[in-house]
């Protein structure tokens, strides 16, 4: 690399900001240090360098500085925390879904079914058939509930299924009494109600309203069955009748009792509302199916949709 | 970026841009404010930088920052400048100061690539980075610096001696 007077300016300044090779460097500085006036050149591009003052400081620094930023988290928030995942824990023990499947026995008892014989073709139309008949029958069956109430809206698909279970489950607490306890049972009844006939006999219509305990109002029979004094032997009935009798005598807590344990049995319940509203009575049928079991409940609860 | 990391920076970088802002602006108190909007704009943006860019990225702000202010003071600087110019040749008795004077003089790339270049070491694309020139611009604006404080103390030496 030869200096001359042309290119001694860029190659003095890429040799002050070490852009040359080693090798270039060294031919250079033998070409400055040989002639007066590249070396004073040399000289005053080398005075050129800034050279940062050290005692020039910024004294701000403090007030520039950051402190870590703590999260604090309340105590109670932990607690509330803890409760949350114990009430979870515990709504999951309560309400884990029991998937035992059952099945009605030739005899009319519930039995829990295996897994692997369960099929889905399992459907037996107990309910309906029980419902619909005994109402006929004697419109008295369900006790303590207006003929109204007896016949749920289409939206009060709730009350409907608990209404069907609730017979289901009294036909089995039926089926579960012995023959003894059946006959017992019966001989109390009939001796009841004699001596309810007695007292009504006493008794003014205007004294039957509903009694008043404690602020509370007694609920009362609306339909009180019909008292039949020749009542078959406990050997010779059905499970209708059987039926009809738990739900004639028991009282309405007694019945919902058995209703809930029924229902708690019954798994995974699947519902179907079919509604049928074009025909001249319009009718809504309500079905219950759960593993074995399948209930179908039918209702008009319009009389005249054309009004 | 953590609040630790910003601490490193402040204590890393703080002077040195300090020290490039008073070089430049000649103005300490000018400096210390574009100081503190740097970091206060560092800290605002932290999650966003990364520690090794923090460096190009304070100076950047810090230099953008001085372009402001010296863009809204241009007039009266150059007033200043002008009047002085001819009456300190005399008053420097050492070659740091005629440097300085010189540097003072440069137009503001050239003062500002030659700053980063002499003060912090930056290199071109560095440099390049901070004031938003190509790497070859950088060059030219550091040559034409150095020939220029070169041509200057010259100048001075012959009207001394």
Request: proline share 4%; glycine share 2%.
């Amino acid at each position: 690399m030869k200096l001359n007077k042309d290119n001694y300016e860029l190659v003095m300044f890429d040799l002050l900001e070490g852009n040359l090779s080693e090798r270039d460097e060294l031919l250079v500085m033998e070409q400055i240090e040989g002639d007066e006036f590249l070396f004073r050149e040399w000289k005053l591009f080398k005075s050129t360098i800034l050279i940062a003052d050290k005692e020039v400081n910024y004294n701000g620094k403090e007030s520039l500085l950051k402190k870590e930023s703590v999260t604090v988290v309340p105590m109670f928030a932990k607690w509330i925390a803890v409760a949350a995942s114990i009430c979870i824990l515990v709504a999951v023990i309560v309400f884990w879904p029991q998937d035992k499947p059952t099945e009605i026995t030739d005899n009319g008892k519930i039995i829990e079914v295996p897994l692997e014989e369960v099929t889905p073709e399992i459907q037996e139309p107990v309910v309906d058939e029980l419902l619909v008949q005994s109402e006929v029958e004697n419109p008295s069956v369900i006790p303590n509930v207006n003929k109204e109430t007896r016949r749920p809206k289409v939206t009060e698909k709730q009350s409907s299924i608990k209404s069907v279970s609730a017979i289901l489950a009294i036909k089995e607490a039926i089926q579960n009494m012995d023959e003894k306890q059946l006959s017992n049972h019966y001989e109390e009844i009939k001796a009841n109600k004699l001596e309810v006939i007695a007292n009504q006999e006493k008794e003014s219509i205007s004294e039957r309203v509903p009694s008043i305990k404690d602020n509370k109002i007694e609920p009362i029979l609306l339909d009180e069955p019909e008292v039949k004094i020749a009542f078959e032997s406990p050997m010779e009935l059905n499970s209708k009748q059987k039926v009809k009798l738990f739900v004639t005598n028991n009282s309405p807590r007694r019945i919902k009792e058995k209703a809930n344990a029924f229902i708690a049995k019954v798994s995974n319940p699947k519902i179907r509302l079919k509604p049928n509203f074009k025909s001249k009575r319009p009718s809504l049928e309500i079905e219950l199916e759960t593993a074995g079991y399948q209930a179908i409940a039918s209702i008009q609860p319009f009389k005249n949709r054309n009004n | 970026m953590n609040t630790q990391e910003y601490n490193e920076c402040v204590q890393q970088y703080s002077d040195g841009i300090f020290r490039f802002i008073v070089n430049n602006m000649r103005d300490e108190f000018e400096a210390e404010n574009i100081v503190q909007n740097t970091f206060e704009k560092l800290w605002v943006r932290k999650d966003t930088v990364e520690m090794k860019t923090a460096k190009a990225y304070l100076f950047k702000i810090a230099y953008n920052n001085m372009i402001d202010v010296i863009r809204k003071n241009k007039k009266h600087i150059d007033l200043e400048s002008a009047g002085h110019l001819a009456s300190e040749s005399y008053e420097y008795d050492n070659l740091i100061e005629y440097v300085n004077k010189a540097v003072s003089q440069l137009p503001e790339k050239q003062k500002s690539a030659l700053t980063l270049r002499d003060f912090e070491g930056h290199d071109y694309r560095s440099i390049g980075e901070i004031t938003g020139m190509s790497e070859s611009q950088v060059k030219v604006n550091i040559f034409r610096a150095r020939k220029y404080i070169k041509e200057y103390i010259n100048k001075l030496e012959v009207m001394m001696f």
